[in-house]
C-alpha cells in the first residue's frame, strides 16, 4: 500500500460489505489541482499506461515539462478525481475519465462547463478508491459555520486519530488544508488572467467558500487567520441531470443498487450525499426531488406523502448517464 493512502472503513452511513474507503492524507505535494492537469493525465495515460508511476518520474518530468514534485501532484489529482485508477500496468482510465475528457471526444475536454467543475468537485468528495481525508470531512463531518486554520487543524487532528493507521502530523494536516482552502478560494488577482495561465485551481469558480473575516490565530499567536464559510444556497447552476446523476452515484456507493428507497433525509444531509457535498439547503433538494422523475424518465420517483418521505429506485429504467448532463445544457 502506498505511504499517502489508508486503507479503512467509514464510520458513518450505511455501506455495502466490500466497500473500503482509501483516506489520502499526502500525495498532494502541496498543489492544488491545476486547470490543464486532469486534460494532461487523460492524454499521457492513453499514450503510456505507465508515465505517471513512480518509476517514471523522470520521464513525465520530460512528457509533461514540470518538476517532480507536480508530476506526483498530477498523479494525486487524476486518481483523487476519478480520471485514471491503478492497474498492473500503471494506470488506465476510468470511464469517468474517458467519456469527459478524452481529448476531442470527451463530453467536456477542456473543462469549459461549469457543470464539469462541479463533477470534479464531487468525485474528490466521493471517490471511494482515493479518497481525500480532508474533503471527506469537511464536506460532511464539519458542521461549524466558519473554517479558520486553528479550529480545523484541531477538529482534523482528532479524527485523524479515529481512522488512521499512523499518526499523522499537524503539520501534514495544515498543508492538507492549505491545499483544501486553495482548491475553492483564489491565491492572487484574476481580473484580465488568461485561464490557462492562472495558477489557481479550477474550483475557484464555484464560490463554494466565502471569506466572512479574521480571528485570532491559536496555531500562530499573536497573528490573525482568515475565516471562511460554505456557500450554503440554492444552486441553480447545478443542472438537474447533474444532481440526478449524482444521486445515482450516491445511492449505490452508499446503499448498494439493490436498495429499492431511500429516505429523504439521507439525500439532504447523508455522508457523501449530494446535498451535504454540494450545500445544497433542504427545500432546494426538495424542489429538484419533485422534478426528479420527469427528469429522469421514472427511473427517480419522489414518494413526499409517505410516512418517511424518500425516493424509489426503478432500477429497469434507464439510470442517469453523464452524457445526459451535456445533453441538456446543448438543448438549453
Known sequence: MDNDLLSVSTPTGRLTPKTIWMYRFSGHETFPCRYAWLPKAVQTVSENPDILTPAKE????????????????????????????????????????????????????????IQTLWLIHWKLATNQRALIFAWDYLLNQFHEPELYASS???????????????????????QLYGVFLHSYVPTRGRKGEVKEDNLDC????????????????????????????????????????????????????????????????????????????????????????????KQTDGFFNFEESAAIPRVVRHEEKKPPSLATIYEVAADA
Not at 507536480?70 to 478525481?81: K, Y
Not at 488506465?92 to 462547463?113: M, S, V
Not at 463554494?208 to 460554505?230: M, Q, V, W
Open 58 to 113: 523522470d520521464d513525465a518530468m520530460v512528457k509533461l515539462g514540470v518538476g517532480k514534485n507536480m508530476v506526483r501532484s498530477i498523479r494525486f489529482w487524476a486518481e483523487a478525481a476519478d480520471i485514471i485508477a491503478n492497474t498492473k500496468a500503471g494506470h488506465a482510465l476510468t470511464d469517468f475519465g474517458r467519456d469527459l475528457l478524452w481529448e476531442d471526444k470527451g463530453l467536456d475536454p477542456y473543462l469549459e462547463d
Open 152 to 174: 480545523v487543524v484541531r477538529v482534523l487532528s482528532k479524527a485523524a486519530t479515529r481512522v488512521s493507521e499512523k499518526e499523522i502530523s499537524r503539520g501534514s494536516l495544515e
Open 202 to 293: 479550477p474550483l475557484v469558480e464555484l464560490e463554494l467558500l466565502r471569506h466572512i473575516g479574521f480571528t485570532d490565530s491559536a496555531l500562530n499567536p499573536g497573528r490573525l487567520e482568515p475565516k471562511y464559510a460554505f456557500r450554503r444556497e440554492d444552486k441553480p447552476e447545478i443542472g438537474q441531470a447533474l444532481f440526478a446523476f449524482c444521486l445515482e452515484e450516491f445511492w449505490k456507493n452508499r446503499f448498494g443498487s439493490k436498495e429499492q428507497s431511500i429516505p429523504f433525509h439521507s439525500i439532504v444531509y447523508g455522508h457523501g450525499s449530494p446535498g451535504q457535498v454540494f450545500k445544497i439547503p433542504e427545500a432546494d433538494v426538495r424542489t429538484r426531488l419533485f422534478a426528479i422523475e
